[in-house]
């Protein structure tokens, strides 16, 4: 027997994750077997093809042009490993199974995870994984089933559509306006203080809604964390810019200037091409789309949405995206 004839799915599994992790450890974690397993068998996979394919050096494993062309056809045994996978846990009648769902941490933890407890009521045996991530996102890992995004992401073999809108508006705790006076026009914000990001670490750039909508706005308090954000303005920090499916009454907080401020985003949904027709992701979207619809319905995409869809485009092709949908 051929060394090409030894090759086995298990080494071809080890090169796809390693191509698409690029850290060995990484690659090991996925799959759950030992660092040095992994070494040994990508050198066992170069060797039999008689072809380097992977270069290394600091930053990890990048694909050679032969490591490149092996990618392709291996990506399609994957496609069609899953797709055995599914149609051996297919019931036509049943909707079973686990589902990861990828999305930001804030429309993940004020809005998202109240909602699927309706979702479990209707399916009992199907299990839920609510994935959040600070990062930018992009969508060729396969490290999750059903991606949400303020942003259109970009992956080959993804089935895209956006789903909803909202809107931003600015909010304050009634201490803070009781002590420093509730702002009726525009430029009385120059006099108030303010809770965003922090700049130097955003790296998605539709959340730069504050000075979207503000310009100079003074910033007093900081956070990569929009749930951060929200309770330090609740505490009477400052003024702070948050999106309507946060609900943030709840928390205290009182909308300031809502008909002279409002930054809107939309809401795209992402998820495989080989997946979306399966029932259990089938179900998970279509209670997505009917929740977004219901709370915050797609009214019409404005030329502003499409000039920051080109930026975001722009960003993400550029960034080095750490959070990806499988």
């Known amino acids: 027997m051929s060394a ?5 799915w298990d080494d071809l599994r080890i090169f796809l994750e390693i191509s698409r992790h690029k850290t060995l450890s990484a690659a090991a974690r996925k799959l759950g077997i030992d660092i040095s397993t992994v070494s040994r068998r990508v050198a066992h996979l170069e060797t039999s093809f008689n072809e380097t394919l992977f270069v290394r050096d600091h930053s990890g494993f990048h694909l050679t042009q032969h490591g490149a062309e092996l990618l392709q056809y291996v990506q399609e045994m994957d496609r ?15 909707v079973s199974g686990r589902v990861r769902v990828a999305t930001m941490e804030g429309i993940a933890t004020t809005y998202l995870a109240g909602e699927f407890s ?5 399916h009992p045996k199907l299990e839920i994984e609510l994935v959040t991530s600070a990062n930018l996102v992009h969508v060729n890992r396969r490290e999750a089933d059903i991606f949400l995004s303020f942003f259109p992401a970009d992956g080959r073999g993804l089935e895209l559509s956006p789903i909803g ?7 304050a705790a009634p201490a803070y306006l009781e002590s420093r006076g509730t702002p009726t026009t525009l430029d009385a914000l120059r006099e108030h203080d303010f809770v965003s990001y922090i700049d130097d670490l955003i790296q998605l750039h539709t959340v730069r809604w504050l000075r979207e909508a503000i310009e100079r706005p003074q910033v007093v308090f900081h956070s990569s964390s929009m749930l951060s954000q929200m309770f330090a303005a609740a505490s009477g920090m400052g003024l702070v810019m948050l999106p309507t499916f946060t609900r943030a009454e ?14 809107s985003r939309t809401l795209y949904l992402a998820v495989h091409k ?23 319905p797609l009214i019409g995409i404005s030329d502003a949405v499409h000039r920051e869809k080109r930026t975001v485009q722009t960003e993400i092709d550029v960034a080095n995206l750490q959070f990806e949908l499988r």
Do not use: M, W
């Open 274 to 296: 080989d997946l979306q027709f399966t029932n259990r992701i089938k179900a998970v979207v279509q209670f997505l789309r009917d929740i977004v619809e219901r709370d915050l």
């Open 165 to 171: 809108e909202f809107c931003l508006h600015l909010y």
């Open 250 to 263: 709840r928390f205290g907080l009182v909308a300031v200037l809502r008909e002279h401020i409002a930054v």
């Open 80 to 94: 069609g490993a899953l797709a055995i996978t599914e149609f051996g846990r297919r019931d036509k009648n049943e």
């Open 4 to 8: 090409i004839q030894k090759i086995s």
């Open 118 to 122: 309706q979702l479990r009521k209707r």
